[in-house]
């Protein structure tokens, strides 16, 4: 059993910052790739950014030059810092990650998600 755990979400003012932080734990041999995902009202679930087991980063367009993903292998842990916020990044936000468990077969697990609000 896995458990993945999204924490960090909130209220912020346009401008503003957050960092969001996710946990892995259970039965976890390795982590693959780690990355954060968010659905607005109405939208599909679009992918954020991700990050490789190497380091290897990837985001989507509207986030470049704002957003950080990181992670932290000792602690199967992955963050998002997002800077200059904009009401256009409000959304759920979901933690997804790929872990080779005690099944020895990769398995992408979702956490429940938290929510982020950007808005004056």
């Known amino acids: 059993q896995v458990h993945v755990v999204e924490s960090g979400g909130g209220l912020v003012q346009p401008g503003g910052s957050l960092r969001l932080s996710c946990a892995a734990s259970?039965?976890?041999?390795?982590?693959?790739?780690m990355g954060w995902y968010r659905q607005a009202p109405g939208k599909q679930r679009e992918l954020v950014a991700d990050?490789?087991?190497?380091?290897?980063?990837n985001y989507v367009e509207s986030v470049k030059g704002r957003f950080t993903i990181s992670r932290d292998n000792a602690k199967n842990t992955v963050y998002l810092q997002m800077n200059s916020l904009k009401p256009e990044d409000t959304a759920e936000y979901y933690c997804n990650v790929q872990v080779l468990g005690g099944s020895y077969r990769w398995i992408n697990y979702w956490g429940r998600g938290t929510q982020v609000t950007v808005s004056s």
């Open positions: 990050i490789s087991s190497g380091g290897q980063t």
């Open positions: 259970g039965s976890i041999l390795s982590i693959n790739a």
